[in-house]
């Protein structure tokens, strides 16, 4: 019997130091065909995370946090993540949704406190969910840094704010939607959108992050890098991580929001990031925390719009052959970020960089695309 045991413990430790060298051998063939696709795209800085199974399998940052110093980026320095950051203030309207404080066919003129119509379909409400899903015939062409360019009492050329199709009939991504959704988010919460978005989802998640740079410690973030095609270099974009102190000191709840970028200025790690996409993956809950109902996670993930974006996350077909993946991608000051996940098979992935010679083709930055489906064969597949 004693002889059976140990032949069963010799057996059990064999497979064991098998599967361990087996692993061994994926990261290592993944670290390998990370840094090449590094070198073929001159990446400054890259964070990947993989998550499996509602856990993180793999995290890693490779490359500089600064190039001037020479500081080697680390899984805890953050990084403006761009318009994944869309997804937050999603998250943040649809916990007023439950609380019964909001509708998603709710007329946007109401909720902003002024008229919000295209003056070509004037008698067409224009509703939350068009908004966030980009298919409100609201355009970028006035600027979105303040609400300023779409208030008729404030803008002569308001309406140049509008398309020429009807609301609700197509598509076009408008940083401008997300800016006022911040603000109605402000209006109906009664707490300003940073201090709302920690407390009711960072703070729930036990994730380090947030909308408000001057909350975060200097000290983590990741320098954002221009890159110059002409030149070939990086140049540093100081402007991503801008305090705007005096701006804040004069805020107007409910009207000042574009200051926090609800449309792409969270500050937040990958390692972090990859645990929010979690809580999507699982349909709202993170270990043990429910932040939205499996109801409104749906609805988030759900295709609206023709190219399958839903609510401030896209269903796409053609980032990953034959796998149709959940998420968002981001893109500001030289950065490019990536969060997409497959509910039904439950993976995911985080991909960041500071800087990239890559160009961006069909919305997706071919580096990150590259990288994405070198996880997905190496870790996953």
Not at 135 to 154: E, M, R, V
Not at 191 to 209: A, C, N, S, T, W
Not at 279 to 302: D, V
């Amino acid at each position: 019997m004693l002889k059976n045991l140990w032949k069963k413990a010799t057996l059990t430790t064999l497979a064991l130091i098998a599967f361990n060298l087996s692993s061994h051998g994926q990261e290592t063939k993944t670290e390998t065909d990370l840094k090449t696709l590094m070198q073929q795209h001159d990446m400054v800085g890259l964070s990947v995370v993989v998550v499996k199974k509602g856990e993180i399998v793999y995290n890693k940052s490779f490359g500089l946090k600064d190039i001037e110093s020479q500081t080697p980026l680390s899984n805890k320095d953050i990084f403006r993540i761009a318009s994944i950051s869309k997804s937050f203030t999603v998250t943040a309207l649809m916990q007023l949704i439950e609380a019964g404080k909001l509708n998603l066919n709710d007329d946007v003129s109401e909720l902003v406190g002024f008229q919000v119509r295209n003056p070509k379909f004037p008698n067409k409400v224009i509703t939350l969910r068009m908004m966030l899903s980009h298919t409100s015939s609201i355009n970028d062409s006035q600027g979105y840094f303040t609400l300023d360019s779409i208030d008729p009492a404030k803008n002569p050329n308001w309406a140049a704010c509008y398309n020429d199709y009807e609301p609700g009939t197509s598509y076009e991504y408008c940083n401008l939607g997300f800016n006022m959704a911040g603000t109605i988010l402000e209006k109906f919460s009664g707490e300003r959108f940073d201090q709302y978005v920690k407390q009711h989802i960072l703070d729930p998640l036990g994730l380090y992050g947030g909308f408000n740079v001057n909350s975060l410690a200097a000290s983590r973030f990741v320098t954002l890098y221009e890159y110059n095609t002409d030149s070939s270099s990086f140049s540093p974009s100081p402007s991503a991580y801008a305090p705007r102190r005096q701006e804040i000191s004069n805020y107007k709840m409910g009207y000042s929001t574009p200051i926090f970028s609800p449309t792409g200025g969270m500050k937040i790690s990958a390692t972090d990031l990859a645990k929010y996409m979690t809580m999507h993956l699982n349909k709202g809950e993170y270990k043990g925390s429910r932040i939205i109902s499996k109801k409104s996670a749906k609805q988030m993930q759900s295709k609206i719009a023709d190219n399958g974006y839903g609510l401030a996350l896209k269903t796409e077909k053609n980032l990953i052959p034959g796998k149709a993946i959940v998420g968002h991608t981001g893109n500001a000051y030289g950065l490019y970020s990536a969060m997409f996940f497959q509910p039904k098979e439950q993976f995911g992935f985080v991909v960041i960089t500071n800087g990239t010679s890559a160009p961006e083709v069909n919305e997706y930055n071919l580096a990150l695309a590259a990288i994405l489906n070198s996880l997905y064969n190496n870790l996953i597949k």
